[in-house]
């Protein structure tokens, strides 16, 4: 999940496990959610997005669930694999005007061998 | 196509200096946008482009200006660095705020 702080929540797996990320997000007004990847010394890479009119989205390998009565998002990667080591945002676009992206501050994916 | 484009990756600047961030976008994107992350952090939106000729404020504007010209460029302008401007500054580019951005490798910049 997230936390505030320079430290950020540290997710440690199996390879091959399931992996299960959770974020709690803060404005209920918000419409529109996005998972993002970052590897060291890149820019955040897509994963997949969710609309509020949904509570699941599948994609490859990957799941994104949405419960807005929590306010509550949650991406699950299964048979996780070495190349999934990354830190992991989940942003959500509040739907008044055109303003970007608010972020999470992160969570740490470590795929242990 | 090359997606968006970012440079220079590093640079290093001293208090009081100016420079201009570039980025270049070649998927005809009307939205654009300007992010820093600060270490351990997530990222903040600095300015905002619904298309040439509009930019608007996000959560953390000040110190930076920004103009869009054409479609395709979106530069992020320091007028004077401060050292709490030391970041990575990506940059991004979507149909709408509401699909897929796409973001830039990153300009890693040190205020001294």
């Known amino acids: 999940g997230e936390s505030v702080g320079l430290h950020l929540p540290t997710l440690s797996v199996q390879e091959g496990d399931n992996s299960i990320i959770n974020c709690a997000y803060s404005?209920?007004?918000?419409?529109?959610f996005i998972w993002y990847k970052q590897e060291s010394g890149k820019g955040p890479q897509f994963i997949i997005d969710?609309?509020?009119?949904?509570d699941k989205r599948q994609g490859q390998r990957v799941t994104v669930l949405l419960n807005k009565t929590v306010k509550h998002l949650s991406l699950q990667i299964a048979a996780t694999q070495p190349g999934d080591s990354a830190v992991y945002f989940c942003?959500?676009?509040?739907?008044?005007?055109?303003?970007?992206?608010?972020f999470g501050k992160g969570t740490h994916l470590i795929i242990q061998p | 196509n090359a997606g968006v484009t970012q440079t220079p990756k590093f640079q290093v600047l001293k208090t009081g200096q100016s420079m201009t961030l570039q980025c270049a976008q070649d998927?005809?994107?009307?939205?654009m946008s300007w992010y820093r992350q600060d270490p351990g952090m997530g990222l903040r939106l600095i300015h905002y482009?619904?298309?040439?000729?509009?930019?608007d404020q996000g959560e953390v504007p000040n110190g930076y200006n920004v103009s869009r010209s054409t479609t395709e460029d979106f530069p992020l302008r320091l007028l004077s660095a401060a050292p709490s401007q030391t970041s990575v500054y990506f940059c991004?580019?979507?149909?709408?705020?509401?699909?897929?951005?796409?973001f830039g490798p990153g300009t890693r910049l040190t205020v001294l």
């Open positions: 991004a580019s979507s149909y709408s705020p509401k699909y897929e951005q796409f």
């Open positions: 404005n209920s007004a918000s419409d529109y």
């Open positions: 969710i609309r509020s009119n949904m």
């Open positions: 942003a959500e676009n509040s739907g008044g005007g055109a303003d970007g992206l608010t």
């Open positions: 998927m005809n994107h009307e939205y």
């Open positions: 482009s619904v298309g040439a000729g509009i930019t």
